[in-house]
C-alpha cells in the first residue's frame, strides 16, 4: 500500500484492520453503513490492486487469457472478466477497461503478485508488458444518488453509461451501475481528489463497499476462494464476464462444455445471516452431512445487523444452509439471479 496514501487516509479519521490493508470505517461503522443505503458514500478500495497490460500484442494476449472478449473491449469501455486454470477454475476476476494505449485490470489486492507471476510465463516472445500500479495509482469508489455532483466537485466527468468509462487529466472514471463508480487517480492526485469528493460523499470504510458489491451480486475472486469455482457457478456469464463465442483460453472446454450440457448445480446466492460470515467459509446442509453444499465468495456487515454475503451453493440444498457445519449457525440463501 502507497505509504503516503495511508498517512492521508489516517490524516481523515480512517480506521485500519489490524489484519488486513482495509480501511474499516471513519469514526462511525454503523452510520456509514445506514448511509450507504441512501445517501452518498467515498471509500478507499484498498482491497483492490490495479495490473496494467500494454504494447503491440496486449489485445490478443488478453484475448487469449481471459474469459470475456477483450477484442470487442474498445476505448472508454469497460467489462467483467475472469482468468481460469486449464480445468475452468477461477484464479482471479477483474473488472477490465481499456485505456486506449493498453489495458487496467481491478482485482483483490492479495492476488496482484500471483496473477502477475503466472501471467508473465505466458508472454513468450509476445510484446506485452505487465505492470503493478497498486502504489502508483488509487482507487476509490463512489456510491449514491449524488454521485454525478460529486463528481463535478472534483471536475471529473460522469461516464454516460454502465460500464462505460472516460478519463480526466489522468484520472480514469469507471461506471458499475446507475449510480456507482470506480475513481483510478494516479497517487500523486488522489488526496486532492478525495477532498473534492468528500464534501458532498460521506467516507465510509472498505466493508460498505463490500456491502454494496453484495448487493449488487458482484462477487470477487480472493486468496480464500481462488480455483473453487467454474465462472458459470459464480453467475458471472450473467453480469457479462464469459463470452462463449471467442476462441480458446484456459479452462475453456471446461467451461463451454458446462454451459451448453446444462452440467450447472450451484449457482450464486445472497446470504443473511446473525452470525460473522467471511470468504472461504464452508456451508452445509443436513440433507448433505459428507461434504459441503457451497462456499462464502464475500461478506459485509449489513445495515440491518448481522451479516450478508455472497455465496456459491448447490441449488437443491440452498432451502437449508449451515455455516461450518450441518449443525452450525443457519443462513437465509436467496438467489442472486432466479
Not at 477483474?94 to 485505456?99: K, P, R, T
Not at 458482484?218 to 471467442?246: C, N, W, Y
Request: net charge negative.
Amino acid at each position: 500500500m502507497n505509504p503516503n496514501w495511508r498517512s492521508f487516509l489516517e490524516a481523515a479519521g480512517a480506521v485500519y484492520d489490524s489484519a488486513t490493508p482495509e480501511v474499516l470505517h471513519f469514526g462511525n461503522a454503523p452510520g456509514e453503513l445506514q448511509a450507504a443505503q441512501a445517501a452518498t458514500v467515498l471509500t478507499p478500495l484498498l482491497h483492490l490492486g490495479l495490473i496494467a497490460c500494454s504494447g503491440e500484442d496486449a489485445k490478443s494476449f488478453l484475448h487469449n487469457q481471459l474469459t470475456s472478449d477483450v477484442n470487442h473491449l474498445g476505448p472508454e469501455q469497460a467489462q467483467h472478466s475472469a482468468w481460469c486454470t486449464a480445468k475452468g477454475r477461477m484464479l482471479a476476476s477483474f473488472l477490465a477497461w481499456n485505456n486506449g494505449d493498453g489495458y487496467e485490470l481491478a482485482l483483490a489486492s492479495e492476488l496482484v503478485a500471483p496473477v502477475l507471476k503466472r501471467l508473465q510465463m505466458f508472454v513468450l516472445r509476445s510484446d506485452v508488458r505487465l505492470s503493478d500500479l497498486s502504489d502508483s495509482h488509487i482507487l476509490l469508489g463512489l456510491c449514491g444518488p449524488q454521485a454525478g455532483d460529486a463528481l463535478a466537485a472534483a471536475n471529473l466527468p460522469m461516464p454516460a453509461e454502465t460500464l462505460a468509462t472516460v478519463a480526466a487529466a489522468g484520472t480514469r472514471i469507471i461506471r458499475l451501475d446507475a449510480d456507482r463508480i470506480i475513481i483510478a487517480t494516479p497517487a500523486g492526485n488522489a488526496g486532492e481528489t478525495w477532498r473534492q469528493l468528500a464534501a458532498i460523499a460521506r467516507p465510509a470504510g472498505g466493508p460498505v463497499w463490500r456491502w454494496l458489491d453484495i448487493r449488487a451480486g458482484l462477487p470477487l475472486v480472493t486468496a480464500a476462494t481462488r480455483e473453487e469455482f467454474v465462472p458459470q457457478m459464480a453467475d458471472f456469464e450473467k453480469i457479462g464476464g464469459v463470452s462463449f463465442h471467442k476462441g480458446c483460453y484456459p479452462g475453456q472446454e471446461v467451461v463451454a462444455r458446462t454451459q451448453y450440457l446444462g452440467k450447472v448445480k450451484r449457482h450464486l446466492y445472497r446470504l443473511t445471516s446473525a452470525t460473522c460470515l467471511q470468504a472461504g467459509d464452508d456451508l452445509h446442509s443436513p440433507d448433505n452431512p459428507d461434504q459441503a453444499c457451497g462456499k462464502v465468495v464475500s461478506a459485509a456487515p449489513s445495515p440491518a445487523g448481522g451479516f450478508e454475503a455472497l455465496a456459491v451453493v448447490q441449488s437443491n440444498f440452498a432451502q437449508d444452509v449451515h455455516v461450518g457445519t450441518k449443525d452450525g449457525p443457519t443462513v437465509e440463501a436467496a438467489a442472486v439471479n432466479p
